[in-house]
């Protein structure tokens, strides 16, 4: 309850041996039970968003269209589950590694161009294309958090290439 008080009447953030993502980082901490409730509800809400998407895509006109905005915001909410985890900082820190660079700005460009294609140009094919990259590229992406796999699956696609 101090620590709450010294944030709140700007006690703590006039220390001058702290920045201000320090001391909004620290005021916004959860503890570890509240972090996995989280990541399981966002995750759980995003998978549930995903297969949503699918199952529309079943229906006459619209299908197509809520496919696109369930799959796009169940891709977001999967990925903002991690955040709970790990905390948005640092997240947002390892989504720009080197390794995942390029991964994550192909993903987040594929996730607004296919609403982009969907809903200003109304190119439904164009946002199945970006809908695959957006699969693609997560995949890719979350293939990077596990050691060693990337570059095994390089090599067995380069085996099967030759």
Do not use: H
Request: charged share 15%; hydrophobic share 50%.
């Amino acid at each position: 309850m101090d620590k709450l008080k010294s944030v709140l009447s700007g006690e703590e953030s006039r220390r001058e041996d702290r920045t201000v993502l320090e001391t909004v980082n620290e005021a916004s901490t959860l503890s570890w039970p509240t972090r996995i409730r989280g990541f399981v509800v966002c995750f759980i809400f995003g998978v549930g968003c995903t297969i949503l998407g699918v199952g529309c895509l079943f229906l006459p006109k619209i299908g197509i269209t809520l496919f696109i905005v369930f799959y796009t915001f169940g891709n977001l909410c999967t990925l903002g589950s991690t955040m709970f985890l790990m905390g948005p900082m640092k997240q947002l820190k390892r989504m720009c590694d080197k390794t995942r660079a390029l991964a994550t700005a192909i993903m987040l460009t594929c996730l607004v161009l296919t609403l982009c294609a969907a809903f200003w140009w109304k190119n439904f094919g164009l946002a199945l294309l970006f809908v695959i990259l957006q699969v693609l590229s997560f995949a890719w992406y979350s293939l990077s958090y596990i050691p060693c796999v990337r570059e095994a699956i390089c090599k067995l696609v380069a085996t099967f290439c030759t």
